[in-house]
């Protein structure tokens, strides 16, 4: 069992070996590359329809994103430290064969192109506008709210 300070030696470490690892200097650059792209590129409001978050301030709603980006980062780190001393499967070994595999793959993606297509179809034939089986972007800032109808289908 390690003691206190060595405990925080090691988050310290762990940090800054993370901070300076070359990935990470990448992403962080790339990150604030984007975000002054998307400053000076908007003219102060963003060219999306959404009327859900019309009323909020420009600067909430380029912020938002990032927050709940760093809320996932932590939940990760939080996962990690819970699950750390536990041992690692491996994984390969229960991976099927490249046939099996392939046949997964090509069904996942049948699946997804079927499911796009079908809200296409199926909204506009029950009377809806066309939607995607992908809920999330469906019902968060729509143009017209969603009905009860399009939320359960």
């Not at 060219?47 to 980006?69: E, I, K, S």
Request: with cysteine; hydrophobic share 55%.
């Amino acid at each position: 069992m390690r003691t206190q300070v060595e405990n925080a030696t090691f988050w310290r470490r762990s940090l800054l070996g993370a901070l300076t690892h070359p990935a990470v200097q990448a992403a962080i650059v790339l990150w604030i590359a984007a975000y002054c792209a998307i400053l000076m590129l908007s003219g102060g409001r963003l060219p999306f329809d959404r009327p859900a978050l019309a009323g909020v301030p420009f600067a909430v709603q380029l912020v938002a994103p990032t927050v709940v980006m760093i809320e996932v980062l932590l939940l990760m780190g939080v996962v990690y430290w819970l699950t750390r001393k536990r041992a690692v499967p491996d994984i390969a070994a229960r991976a099927p064969g490249r046939g099996v595999a392939a046949r997964e793959t090509f069904g996942l993606l049948a699946y997804a192109m079927v499911a796009q297509v079908g809200g296409w179809i199926v909204g506009p034939a029950l009377g809806y506008r066309p939607f995607s089986f992908h809920i999330a972007g469906t019902l968060f800032g729509c143009t017209t709210p969603p009905s009860v109808g399009e939320i359960w289908t």
